[in-house]
């Protein structure tokens, strides 16, 4: 990483605080505005129009596109100003005019992980926390501290409430408004959201096999369409010889869930 001064790929509207650090690769569009106390990676593109504020930390070949805003401070009441982070994973994009916050005392950052996609208008607010390969479609709204999986899909126009948690593999169906934390490889979706089916679609395109696909499904089917409590529900499962990596994943996210797991 090199303090970026003047190069033939920094466009001359653009502005840059000197404190900035920039790998020399960066390319900079048209009336970018760059504060201080950012860091850009190699082969990364800052569109036109876009914000990088104070705190900002991108990764490689991460792509901002037109008007989004990164880095900005806490839409929080508590917020008193102090330094903290958000970091942007590599290879992340960031379509238009999406706005990531920087984190809060409370986590001291806000991260987004590698290869995510964050469509148009979505919205990343202090302190959440993002895997790798997630996809918020257009206009996601997060609200603070939530959690977010690794390849996880967010249909377009999702609000999710604050401390929420949504598991890995996991896919919520565009426009509905998450409340309660939503479990590792299922699909949600109706009114009230619930789980619908295991994401199998998802899951095979992943590398899961056709094993792996079914143990699941049964262990979905005990869980959430049975209407056995949580002790008769790991009776039957127990009984039924359902045991793998991700059941166990499955089972202590349901344990650990301080909001409530949406039912089937």
Same mark, same amino acid.
């Given at each position: 990483?090199?303090? $970026?001064?003047?190069?033939?790929?920094?466009?001359?509207?653009?502005?840059?605080?000197?404190?900035?650090? &920039?790998?020399?690769?960066?390319?900079?569009?048209?009336?970018?505005?760059?504060?201080?106390?950012?860091?850009?990676?190699? =082969?990364?593109? @800052?569109?036109?129009?876009?914000?990088?504020?104070?705190?900002?930390?991108?990764?490689?070949?991460?792509?901002?596109?037109?008007?989004?805003?990164?880095?900005?401070?806490?839409?929080? &009441?508590?917020?008193?100003?102090?330094?903290?982070?958000?970091?942007?994973?590599?290879?992340?994009? +960031?379509?238009?005019?999406?706005?990531?916050?920087?984190?809060?005392?409370?986590?001291?950052?806000?991260?987004?992980?590698?290869?995510?996609?964050? /469509?148009?208008?979505?919205?990343?607010?202090?302190?959440?926390?993002?895997?790798?390969?997630?996809?918020?479609?257009?206009?996601?709204?997060?609200?603070?501290?939530?959690? +977010? =999986?690794?390849?996880?899909?967010?249909?377009?126009?999702?609000?999710?409430h604050q401390f929420s948690l949504v598991g890995v593999h996991a896919m919520v169906g565009g426009g509905?408004?998450?409340?309660? !934390?939503?479990?590792?490889?299922?699909?949600?979706?109706?009114?009230?959201?619930?789980?619908?089916?295991?994401?199998?679609?998802? &899951?095979?395109?992943?590398?899961?096999?056709?094993?792996? $696909?079914? /143990?699941?499904?049964?262990?979905?089917? @005990? &869980?959430?369409?049975?209407?056995?409590?949580?002790?008769?529900?790991?009776?039957?499962?127990?009984?039924?010889?359902? !045991?793998?990596?991700?059941?166990?994943?499955?089972?202590?996210?349901?344990?650990?869930?301080?909001? =409530?797991? /949406?039912?089937?």
């Open positions: 990483m090199t303090t $970026v001064n003047s190069s033939t790929q920094i466009h001359p509207t653009a502005i840059i605080d000197p404190a900035a650090n &920039l790998d020399s690769s960066v390319i900079v569009e048209p009336f970018a505005v760059i504060n201080a106390d950012v860091e850009i990676g190699a =082969g990364s593109v @800052i569109g036109s129009h876009v914000r990088i504020a104070s705190g900002a930390r991108l990764g490689r070949e991460v792509k901002v596109h037109h008007g989004a805003v990164v880095g900005t401070v806490p839409q929080d &009441l508590k917020f008193g100003g102090e330094r903290t982070q958000l970091h942007v994973g590599d290879r992340t994009v +960031i379509r238009e005019c999406a706005t990531l916050n920087r984190g809060t005392n409370a986590r001291g950052e806000t991260r987004v992980g590698a290869d995510c996609l964050l /469509m148009a208008y979505t919205h990343v607010a202090h302190d959440c926390l993002l895997g790798d390969r997630v996809i918020l479609a257009n206009a996601v709204q997060l609200g603070g501290h939530v959690t +977010i =999986g690794d390849w996880a899909i967010l249909g377009g126009g999702v609000v999710v509905f408004r998450v409340t309660q !934390d939503v479990p590792p490889y299922a699909i949600v979706g109706g009114y009230p959201l619930r789980v619908v089916s295991v994401n199998k679609i998802g &899951l095979e395109r992943r590398g899961f096999s056709e094993e792996q $696909v079914t /143990m699941l499904t049964r262990a979905f089917r @005990i &869980l959430f369409r049975a209407k056995l409590n949580r002790t008769q529900a790991l009776e039957k499962l127990k009984s039924e010889g359902l !045991d793998s990596a991700e059941i166990r994943h499955l089972l202590d996210f349901i344990s650990s869930s301080e909001r =409530g797991v /949406m039912r089937g």
